[in-house]
């Protein structure tokens, strides 16, 4: 712990987060599980359960940059390592959502009669069926977790030329999948479209490797990964933003609010003063916040209308608002989702605004990892100690 990089506020917190993310990594192999649990519902009532004691490339990312932001970057080498292996394993330069800890298992989902689940909820899941699903922003969450590798000089390997030719395979992929339908960050069991933060993943794939190559003196390559990115941020910013709502919204010529694009300043396509992005903020607080809690999104899925918060999105708003100059909002909301660890200072993935209930599965990584980035945001810097 005394090497790790903690604001000066917060300081129990961030600790207790960064714990309980390197505790979700897998030494082994580097794989990283999403939470420690299966089949823990998201809310009271529901069928909506699933296992995730597998390794989400998406969330893994958000783990590594997370532990990244307090200078643990052990989790990041081996995280890379682990992809390394995964591209070995597949046949093209396509990546799954979502893999074993130990990548060459199965995963396949099936429910299981025998037990009785969680406070009597069923069905009790094992394995998990996104493992077949195609969701196009892994390669934008590969690269971009990779990419701390090419400039961080702490590191004691570095990444090279070599690690930058395996990433372009997957640039490739992102680019000629960017803007196709999938199943979306949210991994909708139903429907697809070309859901607006896949595609921004795809860029960000593209971006990323345009910033590796010029690292590297690769010019021609920085160059022409370039030119890619800056005609797919384009289509993607023109096509994401609906003018009649006033908010980039969650699918491509859609009409959908979704908190995921709450991240499109975080991930560098447009700036926090664009005025598209501010008053994304704003409607998206208005459209999703209950109680200081945000939604995913609003509308009926698979299942219905969702019913509780899902806790990385509120932190996401809380990163938002500070990027938009709304710094004293942005404490509120995330003094008001502090509150609400449990007694050992935790955080599963689902929130019921109304009780403060802690729902779905446990820990969360993508919540612990949203306090981590929040705090380091937030706090006040070491100089108002003295």
């Known amino acids: 712990m005394r090497t790790l990089n903690v604001p000066f506020e917060w300081q129990e917190q961030v600790i207790r987060a960064a714990i309980t993310l390197q505790l979700c990594a897998f030494e082994d192999t580097g794989g990283i599980v999403a939470a420690l649990t299966t089949s823990i519902p ?3 009532g529901t069928k909506r359960n699933w296992d995730y004691r597998y390794c989400w490339i998406r969330d893994a990312f958000h783990t590594v940059h997370a532990l990244n932001r307090v200078g643990a970057t052990f989790t990041m080498e081996r995280f890379i390592e682990y ?17 074993s800890i130990v990548p060459e298992l199965a ?7 025998a037990l009785d689940g969680f406070l009597g909820h069923k069905p009790v899941r094992i394995g998990n069926a996104a493992r077949d ?43 000629s999948c960017a803007l196709t339908p999938d199943a979306g960050i949210w991994e909708y069991r139903g429907r697809r479209r070309i859901h607006t933060h896949s595609a921004a993943m795809c860029w960000v794939a593209c971006d990323r490797l345009s910033r590796i190559a010029s690292k590297l003196g690769l010019q021609d390559r920085a160059a022409q990964w370039r030119t ?38 975080e991930l560098g396509i447009v700036s926090a003063v664009d005025e598209r992005f501010v008053s994304t903020v704003e409607e998206i607080g208005r459209r999703l916040c209950r109680e200081g809690c945000l939604l995913r999104y609003a509308a009926a899925d698979d299942f219905g209308p969702p019913a509780v918060s899902f806790t990385i999105c509120t932190f996401w708003y809380v990163d938002a608002l500070a990027a938009i100059g709304r710094t004293d ?43 981590i980035v929040s705090a380091m945001r937030l706090s006040k810097g070491w100089e108002d100690a003295r």
Request: hydrophobic share 40%; glycine share 8%; proline share 4%.
């Open 42 to 44: 998201e809310s009271r």
């Open 83 to 99: 992809v390394t292996n995964v591209i070995a394993l597949e046949k093209q330069p396509m990546l799954k959502p979502v893999y």
């Open 107 to 113: 995963i396949d989902e099936f429910e299981t009669s």
């Open 133 to 175: 699903q195609v969701q196009h922003d892994v390669y934008g969450s590969v690269i971009l977790a990779a990419s701390q590798m090419f400039f961080d000089e702490r590191l004691p390997k570095k990444g090279d030329e070599g690690l930058f030719r395996r990433l372009e395979p997957l640039g490739m992929s992102a680019l």
């Open 228 to 265: 890619s990115a800056d005609g797919l941020r384009e289509t993607i910013l023109t096509r994401a933003w609906n003018s009649e709502l006033g908010c980039f919204v969650g699918s491509l010529d859609g009409d959908d609010f979704d908190a995921s694009v709450l991240l499109l300043h």
């Open 329 to 371: 909002d942005a404490r509120q909301v995330f003094e008001g989702l502090l509150a609400k660890v449990n007694h050992v200072g935790l955080l599963s993935e689902d929130l019921d605004p109304t009780t403060g209930e802690l729902w779905g599965n446990f820990p969360q990584t993508y919540s612990m990892a949203g306090l």
